[in-house]
C-alpha cells in the first residue's frame, strides 16, 4: 500500500507528460522541498507551452494543477504543525499492523474483518459496549467506503449501512476509530484533502446520525505518504497511527505518542520544522521535563499477544442484557456456563479452520487446483459453524436471562 504523491501522480494525464520531470517533483515533494517542486513544474509547463505541438492538453493542465493544489496544502500544513511529544515507534509488517497496537478494552477492540463472510473489511473496530461496530468495505465500483452497524445481544450484526457518502471526499475511506464520546470519528481518506496517498481525517456524529464535513488533522500526523488508523486511548493516556513514511518496502511504521487536549502548533519559522512534521528524530519531540514513564509502564502491562488473541478470535466477549460477560465466572446460571464452553469450542474450531482456509486459497491461486473440492468441503462446515455458534450463544443468553 505504498502508493504515497507520486504514484496518485502518475496516474491518468501525468504519464503522457514523461516520468523525468514528475519524478524529480515527486522526490522534493517527498522531503518537503516545496520551492523545488514549485519550480519543476513551471519549468516544465513552461517548456511544454512553447509550441503548438506540445502545448499541455486541458487533462494535462488539469493534472498539473492538481499536484500544484497538493503543494499548496502543504504548505499550509507547514505552517500549522502541531507540536506532539511522540514517545515510542515501531517497524512492523504492513500486513495486520494493527495487532501491535496496545489498547485498554474501555478503547475499544480493533479485529480482523467483522466475522461477516464476505463482507471485504479489512480492519474493523468495536468500541468497548460492544453495541455498534465500523468497518470499511469495497462498493460497487471497489472503492471503499466506512460501514457501520449495530451489535445485537446473540452477536448478530443488524442494520448494516454506510456511515456518510460524504466522508470519502470522492476518494477511499478506510480504517475507522470512534472515541468513547461515541461522536468523534478518525478514519483515513485517499479523497479530496489528502496530500498524497491516505491522510488521517477527522469528523463528528451530528444529531441527524450523519457527519459533518471531515477535516485533515495535519501534520505530522499526515505526509506525503499513507498515513492511516490512528487510535487515541484515554486509559493510558497514548494515541497511535500507522505511516508507511520513513519504512521500508511492506513495512510500516507505528507512532504511539502522548495526545493533547487543546492542539499547540510550532512556530511556522521553527528552524526544524521540516523534520519534525517528518518525524525524521521522534526524540525531537520530547520535552525534556516531562516524565512518560508512567504512560511507556500502563502500555507495557497490556499483555499484547493476549490482546492480540482477543482481537482476532473474539473468543469470549458477550453482551447480555446490556452487561459485558467476558469469563465464566460471570454467569449466574449453570446452564449458561456450559452452553457458553460450547461455544468457545466452536469458535475454537472455527478460528483452525479459517487458518487452514487461507493456506488452502492461498495454495489454490498459486496454482494448486487439486485442492478445489477440499476447499468447498471445507467452507461447507464453516458455514455449519457459524449456524452452531449462533445457536449456541442463543442458548446462553436465554439460559442466563431466565435466571
Known amino acids: 500500500m505504498r502508493t504515497a504523491l507520486l504514484a ?27 520551492d523545488e517542486a514549485s519550480d519543476i513544474l513551471d519549468n516544465w509547463e513552461t517548456k511544454a ?16 494543477e492538481d499536484m500544484r493544489s497538493r503543494i499548496m496544502t502543504m504548505r499550509n500544513m507547514l505552517d500549522r504543525v502541531e507540536q506532539i511529544e511522540v514517545i515510542d ?6 500486513d495486520d499492523f494493527f495487532l501491535n497496537y496496545r489498547l485498554a478494552p474501555e478503547a475499544g477492540r480493533l ?5 461477516r463472510d464476505s463482507d471485504g473489511a479489512t480492519v474493523a473496530f468495536t468500541p468497548e459496549c460492544g453495541r455498534e461496530i465500523f468497518w470499511a468495505a469495497p462498493d460497487e465500483t471497489g472503492t471503499s467506503r466506512l460501514m457501520g452497524a449495530s451489535i445485537l445481544d446473540d452477536g448478530t450484526i443488524e442494520g448494516v449501512g454506510e456511515l456518510d457518502d460524504g466522508l470519502s471526499l470522492g476518494g477511499n475511506a478506510s480504517f475507522p476509530f470512534m472515541m468513547a464520546d461515541g461522536i468523534s470519528l478518525y478514519y483515513a481518506s485517499d479523497g479530496e484533502g489528502s496530500i498524497g496517498g491516505y491522510d488521517i481525517f477527522l469528523s463528528r456524529r451530528n444529531d ?29 493516556g497514548l494515541g497511535w497511527w500507522a505511516t508507511d513514511r520513513n519504512a521500508p518496502e511492506g513495512k510500516v511504521n507505528i507512532y504511539i505518542y502522548v495526545p493533547s487536549e487543546v492542539r499547540v502548533n510550532y512556530p511556522a519559522d521553527h528552524e526544524n520544522l521540516t523534520d519534525l512534521a517528518l518525524l525524521t528524530d521522534i526524540g ?31 473468543l469470549f466477549r458477550l453482551s447480555v442484557g446490556g452487561r459485558i460477560y467476558t469469563g465464566l465466572k460471570d454467569f449466574r446460571s449453570a ?21 487452514r482456509l487461507a493456506s488452502m486459497r492461498a495454495s489454490y491461486a498459486a496454482g ?7 476447499i468447498l468441503t471445507l467452507e461447507r462446515r464453516r458455514s455449519a459453524l457459524n449456524s452452531e455458534i449462533r445457536r449456541a450463544t442463543n442458548s446462553v443468553i436465554s439460559a442466563e436471562l431466565r435466571q
Open 335 to 355: 446452564d449458561a456456563r456450559h452452553a457458553m464452553t460450547e461455544v468457545i469450542a466452536r469458535k475454537r474450531e472455527l478460528d483452525e479452520l479459517d487458518s
Open 8 to 34: 496518485i501522480a502518475i496516474s491518468g494525464a501525468f504519464t503522457a507528460l514523461g516520468a523525468g520531470p514528475l519524478d524529480e517533483a515527486a522526490k522534493a515533494i517527498s522531503q518537503y522541498r516545496l
Open 284 to 314: 525531537a519531540t520530547l520535552n525534556p521535563d516531562h516524565d512518560y514513564s508512567q504512560r511507556l509502564e500502563a502500555m507495557r502491562a497490556l499483555d499484547n499477544s493476549t490482546n492480540s488473541r482477543k482481537q482476532q478470535s473474539e
Open 89 to 94: 515507534s515501531m517497524t512492523v509488517d504492513a
Open 111 to 115: 479485529t480482523k474483518g467483522t466475522g
Open 49 to 64: 507551452n512553447r509550441t503548438k505541438k506540445t502545448r499541455l492538453t486541458a487533462d494535462q493542465n488539469e493534472a498539473l
Open 368 to 374: 494448486a487446483r487439486d485442492l478445489a473440492s477440499e
Open 208 to 236: 441527524e446520525g450523519g457527519f459533518t464535513l471531515p477535516q485533515n488533522i495535519g501534520m505530522p500526523y499526515n505526509s506525503p505518504y499513507n498515513d492511516y488508523m490512528l487510535a487515541i486511548d484515554e486509559t493510558t
